[in-house]
């Protein structure tokens, strides 16, 4: 059974750039939340996603935002990128948008320059 | 605000010395509190779902063990493929209108199991 797949692995962009990262849910999966990780922060709550539809929203300024599609795949969208932006973004994947488990995937490692 | 404390930060143990990592947390409502092991540059793997207190839930060398306000994840005679950073994360069960609130996370607790 394959895992939570998020691409690229590792993308190093300018400040000012915006970037965008996908992932792609455990199979059956619907819900999607987004982590952004970082080594002062650690893991921090981001956005989750249920049905294409927004359900949670973590601290972050509306730089950060995201979608999910009709075949659960999830994308982020970082604009206006600033050095601190600079993090490990992983993406989750439940069965349900009431999750007991979530299942994360390795991660995208940005680095803003 | 919800809030994960762990400790200790870091632990170094010698191969088969047996220990036990804490969770402290403060949250306004417990639905779950979670586990993860995380291993460097990678994503965190799920460990353990915990519920209510008095749980406890096992897995080869790992016990997880819950109370109304810490968890305790107990490792018995640890090797060194046990070395990683262990994560404790709770999810609220607050009044959200739908949908599940976010994990929170604390800042981990960094394994090393020396041979």
């Known amino acids: 059974k394959a895992g939570v797949t998020q691409t690229p692995r590792y993308l190093i962009k300018t400040r000012g750039q915006q970037v965008t990262l996908s992932c792609s849910p455990i199979?059956?999966?619907?819900?999607v939340s987004w982590y952004q990780q970082t080594p002062g922060q650690g893991l921090q709550f981001l956005f989750e996603?249920?049905?294409?539809?927004?359900?949670n929203k973590g601290n972050f300024p509306g730089r950060f935002s995201g979608r999910q599609f009709s075949n659960s795949r999830s994308e982020m969208n970082v604009s206006t990128l600033e050095l601190g932006d600079s993090a490990l973004y992983l993406c989750a994947s439940s069965l349900t948008d009431y999750y007991t488990e979530a299942f994360f995937g390795q991660g995208t490692r940005l680095t803003v320059v | 605000e919800d809030q994960v404390t762990q400790s200790p930060e870091a632990l170094r143990l010698q191969e088969g010395e047996s220990s036990s990592l804490n969770c402290s947390y403060t949250v306004s409502g417990l639905r779950g509190l979670f586990w993860y092991r995380q291993d460097p540059g990678k994503g965190p793997e799920f460990l353990f779902t915990?519920?209510?207190a008095g749980e406890e839930k096992e897995k080869e060398r790992l016990k997880a063990t819950l109370t109304k306000k810490e968890s305790f994840l107990h490792i018995t005679a640890p090797k060194p493929e046990d070395s990683a950073t262990y994560l404790c994360?709770?999810?609220?069960?607050?009044?959200?209108?739908?949908?599940?609130?976010?994990?929170?996370f604390g800042k981990g607790t960094h394994l090393i199991i020396q041979p």
């Open positions: 199979s059956g999966h619907r819900s």
């Open positions: 994360a709770v999810q609220p069960s607050g009044d959200s209108g739908g949908g599940a609130d976010g994990l929170t």
């Open positions: 915990l519920y209510s």
């Open positions: 996603y249920f049905s294409e539809t927004q359900r």
